[in-house]
Each structure stands twice: as C-alpha cells, then as structure tokens.
C-alpha cells in the first residue's frame, strides 16, 4: 500500500514510485477536510471484488460518487488520482461537480511508457503485498498491451479531453511535483 493511505505526514519519506499518484494525495491533504479518493481502494474493499473485477470497478464508481457528491455538498474538495482512458468517468465526475456547484478541474500527469511500466508494475505489487493476492489484475485492460501502446492510447484520450491540463514532470525528473499542480491550479483559478 502506498504510505499516505496509513496517514503519512511526510510526503518527501515516500518512495519515488509513490510520488506520482501522491501528488494529488498531498495537494488533496492542503485543503483542509479534502476528500482524496482512491477508487482503487473502494474497489478493493468489496467483497469478492477479484471474481469479477469490471463489476467491482463499476460498484466502486458508483459508491465513490456518492461520497462525492456527499463532501462537496458539505462545500469540501475533493480530489480523485485516477488514471482514465475511456470517455465517460471524467464527464460523470464533471457533472458531478457541477450538481453541487463546485468547480471541476481535470488535471492529466503525463509521462513516458518507461517510466509508467514501472509504477503499474509496482502498484501491483503493493496490492499484492497488501493482501497476499496476485495483484496485477489490479490493472486489467492493460494486461498483455505493452505500456507503449497504454500511453499513446491515454495520449489520444487526453487529446479528446480539450478542457484537460496536462502536466508533464520537469526536464530529468520522472514525476510531476506537488508546487508544479498547486501553480497549474492557480493559474486555473485566477
């Protein structure tokens, strides 16, 4: 398991493999009461969910609406780390927002086939570790397709996703910083 699901203070303790996904975790942990959701860990808290993961996936994007829904009707943020690669979930989330007159801000992490081979691979095995399963079905669609093929086909997505900001890490990094999506965001915003 990635350490801020066990409520790690200190983002930069982390392991490299961990900062990708954490950065929205960490912009999520600024904002008082934000809501970060991981629909991953809902999936994984259903039971059986592995019999039949695209069920569970879609159970877990149902239940993660309505806490959506729920926290920004309270006037919370919320933040969702998720990679998408099909239409449908970002306007859903979108819609969502704009039911309860919050404003949605889709943020896309760029990054390269090797780099994303390594963190899908990695991911699975913390969710292996975290419950002593194989954890590769964890990434599904993409079992069999080679991360070159995953990341031209999320890059032809983003492409049809115009309002998307799309954020690559600086030149020799290999993840995109917390102050770089806080600077995206403002800029948004002002």
């Known amino acids: 398991m990635r350490g801020w699901r066990h409520g790690d203070a200190d983002p930069a303790e982390r392991d ?9 975790a960490s912009l999520g942990r600024r904002a008082p009461l934000a809501l970060v959701l991981d629909i991953d860990l809902v999936r994984s808290m259903l039971g059986g969910w592995r019999d039949d993961p695209l069920s569970a996936g879609l159970v877990a994007r149902e239940l993660a609406l309505a806490m959506i829904r729920t926290h920004l009707g309270s006037g919370r943020d919320v933040v969702v780390p998720q990679y998408l690669s099909r239409p449908g979930f970002a306007e859903t989330l979108e819609a969502t927002a704009g039911s309860r007159g919050a404003r949605f801000v889709e943020v896309v992490l760029r990054t390269d086939a090797a780099a994303a081979e390594r963190r899908f691979a990695e991911r699975a095995a913390d969710a292996a570790n975290a419950d002593g399963a194989d954890g590769a079905d964890i990434h599904g669609p993409f079992v069999g397709s080679s991360m070159g093929d995953v990341v031209e086909g999320h890059a032809a997505y983003v492409d049809g996703r115009p309002r998307a900001i799309v954020v690559a890490p ?21």
């Open 16 to 24: 490299a493999r961990d900062r990708q996904v954490d950065a929205g």
């Open 170 to 190: 600086a030149p020799g990094e290999e993840f995109v910083s917390v102050s770089a999506l806080e600077a995206v965001l403002s800029r948004r915003s002002g």
